[in-house]
């Protein structure tokens, strides 16, 4: 099983500076098939970026993703009050075992 | 408008068993794989098993291997969860979840039901 690691934690800024979250995994991600997925409270999750960098339909064009192999990164380019939340990565390489990060948290400073 | 509801969660003791559905609307069901993901409170998500698109492909979570089964009835637009020998520690919110690309299974989810809650203890 591929077990996937998400840091920091917690990340605490203001709206409007930039956040970068960061995601490893322990073995390379077949075909980078790394999703990024963001919950709020009391809410289901919502996906936002699919293959590490594509970003999928209503996804704001502030949100980035990238990286390869087993480091991947999720940039937000300028924070608005609605980015606060808990934010998920997750390998899908092997069909078999579909893991997901431990989640980080981007709270309000 | 694509839609996902569960409903079948409540209260249950350990060791008994508990089915959950999940009626989809909105797209067309049997081209999609389905899985189902869990979070237990206050926790993280767990995906538990998925199926793909006309049910020959199934995989599982090694903590539900053996106990929980998946299935879909394509002419309903249904997901089914069958859960035997319930743990504590399945207590959790269970979200039925579309896989995004069409014929395939993936794994990476692109609509999300609200979630059924099950709460396993005596």
């Known amino acids: 099983e591929i077990v996937v690691t998400q840091s920091p934690g917690t990340l605490s800024l203001s709206p409007g500076e930039r956040a970068t979250l960061s995601c490893r995994a322990s073995?390379?991600?077949?075909?980078?098939?790394l999703a990024w997925y963001q919950q709020k409270p009391g809410q289901p999750p919502r996906l936002l970026i699919y293959?590490?960098?594509s970003r999928a339909t209503g996804t704001p064009d502030r949100f980035s993703g990238s990286g390869s192999g087993t480091d991947f990164a999720l940039t937000i380019s300028r924070l608005e009050p609605e980015d606060f939340a808990v934010y998920y990565c997750?390998?899908?390489?092997?069909?078999?075992?579909?893991?997901f990060g431990q989640g980080t948290r981007l709270e309000i400073k | 408008e694509v839609q996902l509801v569960e409903s079948g969660g409540g209260l249950v003791q350990p060791g008994r068993s508990l089915r959950l559905s999940c009626a989809a609307s909105?797209?067309?069901?049997?081209?999609?794989?389905m899985h189902w993901v869990r979070q237990a409170p206050g926790k993280g998500l767990e995906w538990v098993l998925g199926?793909?698109?006309?049910?020959?492909?199934?995989a599982s979570a090694d903590s539900v291997k053996g106990r929980f089964t998946i299935s879909r009835d394509n002419a309903k637009n249904a997901l089914y969860l069958e859960m035997n020998g319930l743990r504590a520690e399945d207590t959790a919110v269970y979200y039925c979840?579309?896989?995004?690309?069409?014929?395939?299974?993936?794994?990476?989810?692109?609509?999300w039901g609200q979630g059924t809650t099950v709460t396993v203890s005596s």
């Open positions: 909105g797209f067309r069901f049997d081209d999609y794989a």
């Open positions: 979840a579309k896989d995004g690309p069409a014929l395939r299974f993936s794994g990476c989810v692109d609509v």
């Open positions: 199926i793909n698109w006309n049910g020959d492909t199934i």
């Open positions: 997750q390998q899908y390489g092997s069909s078999s075992s579909i893991t």
């Open positions: 073995q390379s991600v077949t075909s980078n098939y």
């Open positions: 293959a590490a960098s």
